[in-house]
């Protein structure tokens, strides 16, 4: 695949996303920008937060896990769709019935200042850890395709792809980014769609000998219920599936921002229960296209990478398919991949302006675009240099580094929350920072002893739950005496 295609393909789909970011966000207030003035329809919401949920992270990564782990990912998602039902009903009337423009606002309104801005900070941390590494993978593609190629450095590669994100989110926030993620949305469906299409007929399969060729793969093996050590033991996957979903989206202000765009709770509760749904098709989509992947590679003799992360980009861009295969998995690479930036940019914004600077409550409308602007600028500079970072450091599984710093950054967060609906009493406010960074260095020590301490089992993503109950413990500690 050549470097000029490559560039058509990614220019001619941003003069449609410019286009649809440019007639949605043109008339975008700090509202609009923040909370997409609560306008936003529940069903557009719930397609579009499918491309953001989605990553290209996932897109890269679930199709190369079949090889090592089956489909018990699944098992995790299943998991997921459990958590968007207990979001639906717990905490979005909770944060449609305070009016929040930032959900850690809620922190500061049930604990303190020093809370408030705790949760704030290791929102910050997480999502910009999370977002950068996702974006990664989609610098490490086109270095490979396009900018290698044309002997242009790592740091350019970079500039252009944290650019082209902080271009199109730059005026209308959540009001622009509702569309131009249901746009993306379709266009990743479509392009895993087509892929399928395309690789099974290369292999000669019609529709019933796919799912039948798929079925009696070693690889399609879904649930494991044996062995409680293994990483992929159900009741690990499942529970660590329902307490992710709730710390990374509904105590995340990037996936929440759209959600309570919506214009009521009951709207914000449809859109939340149908992209749980969702969720799971999609997925399942991605570990089949997995399957697919390996048998061509099986059948063609054909060595592939060691990292289960390179199969798909080396099979889809190195010639074994038409060049149609190519084109569909940057169009799917990139709508996936910038739609989690995208959003994770907006949410950074919003989050660092609202929660750290608080500027919305000392400033006039005018001072307050003009802040916004100005940390929309810092936060992709910031996003550039982590990713410039990860570049050095890159040694591992990315789905795997996600998952695992999302178990560490968001435990504090889904402790302090579970505390905060549960548990009436007041704390002692400013010693919950203490508290949040104790629980991480906690869980980390017992994560690396595991199986010293506890015969053998080994944490998997579970940890998050261990991380959210030391935190929990902590701020019961933390309870005011009478």
Known sequence: MTPILVLTAIVAYFL??????????????????????????????????????????????VPGMVAGSGFSYLQMVLG???????????????????????????????????????????FFVSKMLGASIRLFIVCVVLQLLVF????????????FTVGIVWIYTFRGGVKSLIWTDSLKTFCLIVSVGLCIYYI??????????????????????????????????????????IFTVIATTGLDQDMMQR??????????????????????FINLLFMMLGVLLYTFAAKNSVALPDKGDEV????????????????LFIIGLISAAYAAAGSALTALTTSFTVDILESPKKKTEKEVATIRKKVHIGMAVVMGL??????????????????????????????????????????????????????????????????????????????????????????????KKK
């Open 312 to 327: 798909f980009p080396f099979l889809a861009t190195q010639g074994f398919f038409p060049v149609i295969v190519s084109v």
């Open 386 to 479: 982590v990713i410039f970072v990860i570049n050095l450091l890159n040694n591992a599984s990315v789905i795997d580094t996600v998952y695992k710093l999302a178990s560490y950054t968001y435990g504090p967060l889904l402790g302090m929350f579970v505390f905060g609906i549960f548990i009436k009493k007041p704390v002692r406010d400013k010693w919950v920072p203490l508290v949040a960074i104790a629980s991480p260095v906690l869980s980390f020590v017992v994560d690396i002893h595991s199986k010293a301490w506890f015969n053998g089992y080994e944490f998997s993503h579970e940890r998050l739950i261990l991380n959210a109950a030391f935190t929990f413990v902590g701020l019961c500690i933390l309870i």
């Open 259 to 280: 959600t309570l765009s919506c214009k009521n709770p009951k709207d914000s509760q449809k859109n939340m229960i149908t992209g749980g749904v969702l969720q799971i």
């Open 80 to 122: 997921f769709a459990v958590g968007q039902f207990l979001i639906a009903f717990v905490l979005i009337p909770l944060f449609y019935k305070m009016n929040l423009t930032s959900i850690y606002e809620y922190l500061e309104n049930r604990f303190g200042i020093s809370t408030y801005k705790t949760g704030a900070w290791f």
């Open 148 to 159: 290698e190629p044309l002997h242009l450095p790592f740091i350019l590669n970079i500039v």
């Open 16 to 61: 449609v996303l410019f286009g649809v970011s440019h007639l949605s966000g043109r008339k975008a207030d700090n509202a609009g920008f923040f909370s997409g003035n609560r306008k936003s329809p529940w069903y557009i919401v719930a397609f579009a937060t499918i491309g953001a949920a989605i990553s290209g992270v996932t897109f890269v990564s």
């Open 200 to 241: 099974a007929k290369n292999l000669g399969l019609d529709f019933g000998s796919l799912f039948a060729s798929i079925r009696d793969s070693e690889m399609s093996k879904t649930f494991f219920f044996d062995d409680a050590n293994d990483k992929r033991f159900f009741w690990k996957q499942f529970l660590a599936g």
